[in-house]
T-cell receptor, first 113, second 115 residues
Framework: DQQVKQNSPSLSVQEGRISILNCDYT??????FLWYKKYPAEGPTFLIS?????DKNEDGRFTVFLNKSAKHLSLHIVPSQPGDSAVYFC????????????FGKGTRLHILP | GAGVSQSPRYKVAKRGQDVALRCDPI?????LFWYQQALGQGPEFLTY????????KSGLPSDRFFAERPEGSVSTLKIQRTQQEDSAVYLC?????????????FGEGSWLTVV
């Protein structure tokens, strides 16, 4: 069973507009959430994270929102740039208990010129 | 090098062949992870080491998969009698300390194709 779900396999957004990537999770024990970005033929790279004690974390053009009651998080990229075209993975873990990170299947983001 | 290094980058194996994939973590990183990423899927956890101790191997799909990190640095993932369903990218990651949250660094992966 998929504990971290990214239901949109792909998303196309016009350059300069906002990109919103969504993620749902089922395990209420998760208390730390991460977003990774992956270019072809490269390993995933860390983008931004959020602890379950917060509902928002912002880093430059990237903001992650967490809605614990809905077990939902989203990544907002604004404004979207051509270099943002990549696969984005939502991930979660249980800090101080499990060391592993559980990943979603990813969403491929295309930024259109 | 500065990052996590994996070798070989690409490996084609005949069904039934044994393969060994190597991971050189970032120097000084005590935690090391192996993940398997099939085409169109997200990375799936295989196993985790804290120094030389394998603390979690719950993700290894079968007893054909074996991982070791004998001196707490370089790690090897071995797959015996490879099968077509083993075709995937095998990602290694390391972090400086346990429960480091956002500071887990991934290598570029070893792409395994079993024919």
């Amino acid at each position: 069973d998929q504990q971290v779900k990214q239901n949109s396999p792909s998303l196309s957004v016009q350059e300069g507009r906002i990109s919103i990537l969504n993620c749902d999770y089922t395990n209420s024990m998760f208390d730390y959430f991460l977003w990774y970005k992956k270019y072809p033929a490269e390993g995933p790279t860390f983008l931004i994270s959020i602890s379950s004690i917060k509902d928002k974390n912002e880093d430059g053009r990237f903001t992650v929102f967490l809605n614990k009651s809905a077990k939902h998080l989203s990544l907002h990229i604004v404004p979207s740039q051509p270099g943002d075209s990549a696969v984005y993975f939502c991930a979660a873990r249980i800090m101080n208990r499990d060391d592993k990170i559980i990943f979603g299947k990813g969403t491929r983001l295309h930024i259109l010129p | 090098g500065a990052g996590v290094s994996q070798s070989p980058r690409y490996k084609v194996a005949k069904r039934g062949q044994d393969v060994a994939l190597r991971c050189d973590p970032i120097s000084g990183h005590v935690s090391l992870f192996w993940y398997q990423q099939a085409l169109g899927q997200g990375p799936e956890f295989l196993t985790y080491f804290q120094n030389e101790a394998q603390l979690d191997k719950s993700g290894l799909p079968s007893d054909r998969f074996f991982a070791e990190r004998p001196e707490g640095s370089v790690s090897t993932l071995k797959i015996q009698r490879t099968q077509q369903e083993d075709s995937a990218v095998y990602l290694c990651a390391s972090s400086l300390v346990r429960n480091s949250g956002n500071t887990i660094y991934f290598g570029e992966g070893s792409w395994l194709t079993v024919v």
